[in-house]
């Protein structure tokens, strides 16, 4: 089955960029969907298909993925950004697969 | 205004039977697969399976196939989460998704309903 690799955590100061990892065997080739889950409440989608964000969603998120690595970026961090972090894609068998999951502590 | 609104929070002993439920508005809900997450404590997310209320046509990973059914009831825009016989290791968060369109993110979430097994 297919496997995505994130970092357990990923910690960066207030107005820095913070760059989160998924590593997949040719992630490149798929669509690559990206989670925010602040604690106590549902996951949000914050980009999908590697690289648009949603309607609401700050500029300062942005996603690329390419090789085996996709990668979510968050310019100028605030407190608010603080929150787990799930990549996301479907595998070849139709199936969803999520990424463990990257803590983000600003 | 897409919603996903759960059904409450359950306490169930282990072999009960349990059905929750998410009602869906704000959209066709037969264009859209609905489907459900499991996020135990502490732990990450894990996809359970998706509906398509258009036709029926139903998917389960292989870690939950067999051990829940997925249903909906079109009439009132309605998907449930089924078990017959629940174990202490189902305690968890469950989440309703809607998977979105052509690159099948998942676009919107229940508030989650929290089950806890226990004897």
């Known amino acids: 089955s297919y496997v995505l690799t994130q970092p357990p955590s990923v910690s960066v100061a207030p107005g820095q960029t913070a760059r989160i990892s998924c590593g997949g065997d040719n992630i490149g080739n798929k669509n690559v969907h990206w989670y925010q889950q602040k604690p106590g409440q549902a996951p949000l989608l914050v980009i999908y298909d590697d690289d648009d964000r949603p309607s609401g969603i700050p500029e300062r998120f942005s996603g690329s993925n390419s090789g085996n690595t996709a990668t979510l970026t968050i310019s100028t961090v605030e407190g608010g950004d603080e929150a787990d972090y799930y990549c996301?894609?479907?595998?070849?068998?139709?199936?969803?697969?999520f990424g463990g999951g990257t803590t983000l502590t600003v | 205004e897409v919603q996903l609104v759960q059904s409450g929070a359950e306490v169930k002993k282990p072999g009960e039977s349990l059905k929750i439920s998410c009602q869906a508005s704000?959209?066709?809900?037969?264009?859209?697969?609905i489907g459900w997450v499991r996020q135990k404590p502490g732990r990450g997310l894990e996809w359970m399976g998706i509906f398509y209320p258009a036709d029926s046509d139903t998917r389960y990973s292989p870690s939950f196939q067999g051990q829940v059914t997925i249903s909906v009831d079109k009439s009132i825009t309605t998907a449930y989460l089924e078990w017959s016989s629940l174990k202490a290791s189902d305690t968890a968060i469950y989440y309703c998704?809607?998977?979105?369109?052509?690159?099948?993110?998942?676009?919107?979430w229940g508030q989650g309903t929290l089950v806890t097994v226990s004897s």
């Open positions: 996301q894609v479907w595998d070849s068998s139709g199936h969803v697969v």
């Open positions: 998704i809607r998977q979105g369109g052509v690159v099948r993110e998942l676009d919107y």
């Open positions: 704000g959209y066709r809900f037969t264009s859209y697969w």
